[in-house]
């Protein structure tokens, strides 16, 4: 049976539940206190689409979004009408013209890009009534480095700034911000060390807004709050508590057809390099998903799908466009059944975790081969024929 509105030729179809990230995103919206929270949208919304995600939030009432690049921000700028769009990689020389024409905020990550961004206001035309050159105030956020040692300020650079507000003056600051390290451990000391750092940058720099939290960071407590928390990954389904239960609803499903079935004897190989030999008389289905799409090779001999709510094991090597499944337990899956690869039953968590990965590279690696459907499947009921949805 084909998906309803899948086309016959496509291979696997990737529905992207909207409803379910909106009910994220008010989720985390209810357990940030401090203040609100936005929607980071990089990587193509992780993996699921920004075009659709980030209007889907902004009418939901977020008005705070993150991406990493400048590129990223002009797609969803006219999507996400007033709202603050946030590049996260800083502002690159030669981007301050984009910036400014978009009204893009740039995550300041160095002195030399607090100092390009104060000149580039400069240049700005003003809003006085003359319509002269005055300059303007340009919004900024100002990126503290606390311990990732990626992006951000360090301590150095901080130092001079906190001897030198007016450094800081040309700029309309927005927020201060930093990224937490290793916020999904919530035992981990880092955590702490991070919020008193960041705490003592802040309260030595110029009064302004604060940035905390990512996805984890918002379960760590009331100390992990600030003015505005940045959660990506938890809006997408993935678990911010590892070790404790989901608190948030599963955003994603992706099926696979099946191709062909066939029955492989007792002690045949199947698949590259003979890595799986049938140990009984077996029945083998092969689907229409591989590596290209973003299905992990580290998944070989070791995934699972899952037909009717119940495991099938994927043996054999992932290949480039073909999966294989031992579907012997399984007789009803012949040519043209779907195979659920990720659903409630199995979520880009458990999928990670089979891959040696985690639940953002299985996101942000789902592959453009798919057929994408945005909306609100019903789980439980079988929208996309055979394969019938666990409760989860
Ligand atoms: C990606 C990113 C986030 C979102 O992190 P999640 O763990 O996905 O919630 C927040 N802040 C910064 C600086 C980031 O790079």
Same mark, same amino acid.
């Given at each position: 049976m084909t998906p309803p509105d899948a086309p016959p030729g496509v291979g696997a179809v990737l529905a992207i539940d909207l409803a379910a990230i909106v009910a994220n995103w008010r989720t985390l919206s209810a357990r940030h206190r401090g203040g609100p929270v936005a929607g980071v949208v990089k990587a193509d919304a992780y993996g699921l689409g920004a075009r659709q995600v980030a209007p889907a939030l902004h009418k939901a009432g977020c008005r705070h979004f993150f991406v990493a690049l400048l590129e990223e921000a002009l797609l969803i700028r006219p999507l996400v009408p007033g709202a603050l769009v946030g590049v996260l990689n800083g502002l690159l020389p030669g981007s301050e013209a984009d910036f400014v024409a978009h009204d893009l905020t740039p995550v300041l990550g160095s002195l030399a890009e607090v100092d390009r961004w104060v000149a580039a206001g400069r240049q700005a035309v003003g809003r006085q009534a003359t319509g002269q050159r005055a300059g303007r105030k340009l919004p900024g956020i100002l990126h503290i480095d606390t311990g990732m040692a990626r992006l951000g300020l360090d301590q150095r650079e901080l130092a001079t700034l906190q001897q030198d507000h007016?450094?800081?003056?040309?700029?309309?600051?927005?927020?201060?911000? =930093?990224?937490?390290?290793?916020?999904?451990?919530?035992?981990?000391?880092?955590?702490?060390?991070?919020?008193?750092?960041?705490?003592?940058?802040?309260?030595?720099?110029?009064?302004?807004?604060?940035?905390? @939290?990512?996805?984890?960071?918002?379960?760590?407590?009331d100390g992990w709050d600030s003015d505005l928390a940045r959660p990506g990954a938890a809006l997408y389904g993935i678990n911010p508590t590892p070790?404790?239960?989901?608190?948030?609803?599963?955003?994603?499903?992706?099926?696979?057809?099946?191709?062909?079935?066939?029955?492989?004897?007792?002690?045949?190989?199947?698949?590259?390099?003979? =890595?799986?030999?049938?140990?009984?008389?077996?029945?083998?289905?092969?689907? @229409? !998903?591989?590596? @290209?799409?973003?299905?992990?090779?580290?998944?070989?001999?070791?995934? =699972?799908?899952?037909f009717d709510g119940r495991p099938v094991p994927l043996v054999g090597r992932v290949s480039m466009?073909?999966?294989?499944?031992? /579907?012997?337990?399984?007789?009803? /899956?012949?040519?043209?059944?779907?195979?659920?690869?990720?659903?409630?039953?199995?979520?880009?968590?458990?999928?990670?975790?089979? @891959?040696?990965?985690?639940?953002?590279?299985? !996101?942000?690696?789902?592959?453009?081969?798919?057929?994408?459907?945005?909306?609100?499947?019903?789980?439980? =009921?079988?929208?996309?024929?055979?394969?019938?949805?666990?409760?989860?």
């Open positions: 007016a450094r800081l003056g040309g700029i309309d600051l927005q927020y201060i911000m =930093t990224h937490l390290v290793a916020s999904e451990l919530a035992g981990d000391p880092l955590n702490e060390q991070q919020r008193v750092r960041f705490q003592a940058a802040c309260g030595a720099l110029p009064p302004a807004r604060r940035s905390l @939290a990512n996805s984890s960071g918002i379960f760590l407590g070790g404790a239960a989901n608190p948030m609803r599963q955003a994603v499903r992706l099926t696979a057809r099946v191709l062909q079935v066939r029955d492989v004897a007792a002690g045949e190989s199947v698949g590259y390099n003979a =890595t799986w030999r049938a140990s009984r008389p077996s029945r083998v289905a092969t689907a @229409a !998903l591989g590596y @290209a799409d973003g299905w992990h090779r580290s998944l070989s001999d070791r995934g =699972t799908a899952y466009d073909l999966t294989t499944f031992d /579907v012997t337990d399984h007789p009803t /899956v012949g040519p043209g059944a779907w195979l659920e690869m990720i659903g409630p039953a199995c979520t880009p968590d458990d999928v990670a975790a089979s @891959a040696g990965t985690n639940g953002y590279e299985v !996101l942000t690696s789902l592959g453009r081969r798919f057929h994408r459907v945005y909306g609100t499947p019903v789980y439980g =009921t079988p929208v996309y024929g055979a394969p019938v949805y666990g409760a989860g």
